[in-house]
């Protein structure tokens, strides 16, 4: 796969009709191709064909649209920015559509802090000048935000207000308006990829008391059992080994607790 990344990225070029042949083309960066990684490190070029190319990505228990949104969003999460580019391209090139990796960005932002949303615009930023995909064809900062289970909303307003608002009024005031009363009612990310993108972001960044929360919203929003066992997977190799170590007894725990 990675050896492929500079061919299958001009292939992707060509057959966009987007892009004018006389354009100026900003340079963009890809991740290092097997070889290069082969001349600091031979072990690490053999793992990675081995074992991330011709065989995590290939595991069918998680498409490779959603393996690539759960990539994504580790990366963002760890401000990864050499790896970042090439699994832009991989993620449209596997089915994500650029106005979900658009609103992944800004998803993130809320779950990842800021800078590390704005490192990955600049760099989406270039890939999509690249593939001639404009700002036209993205989701507008004004849209018609999608109803939520009152009831429900009220019930988690509710208790994080009785919880925090004597600790900082300021984060459950933004918590209620901005995070839960606008973004995630955003139309151009589905639900249940919104909460594919903060578990795998959570995990990849270590903040295991979150977790629990939003893997049960996650199921909640129709991601199956397999499928989020198959996150875990995916995340050991991009996030590391410990982080999903970490996070392994929260899930276990929320699996169990839906089965009961």
Known sequence: MRTRAITVF????MLSG????TAKKPSIPLSPSLTDLGQSSPALENYTQKYVDNDLWKRPQLSPRDRSIVTIAALIARNDQVE?????NLALNNGVK????????????FYSGWPSATSAAQITRSVFAQRGITRAQLPQADVTLQPVDQKVEQARSTQVANSFNSVSSGTVEFTEKAVFGDLWRRPDLAPRDRSMVTVSALIASGQVEQIGYHL???????????????????LAFYAGWPKVFSALPVVKKVFESRRS
């Open 98 to 109: 650029p106005g979900e990796i658009s609103e992944i960005i800004a998803h993130l932002a």
């Open 84 to 88: 970042l580019p090439y699994h832009i």
């Open 216 to 234: 049960n919203r996650a199921m909640n929003n129709g991601l199956t059992q397999s499928q989020a066992s198959e996150m875990l997977t995916q």
């Open 10 to 13: 001009s292939l992707a070029i």
């Open 18 to 21: 987007c892009v004018q042949s």
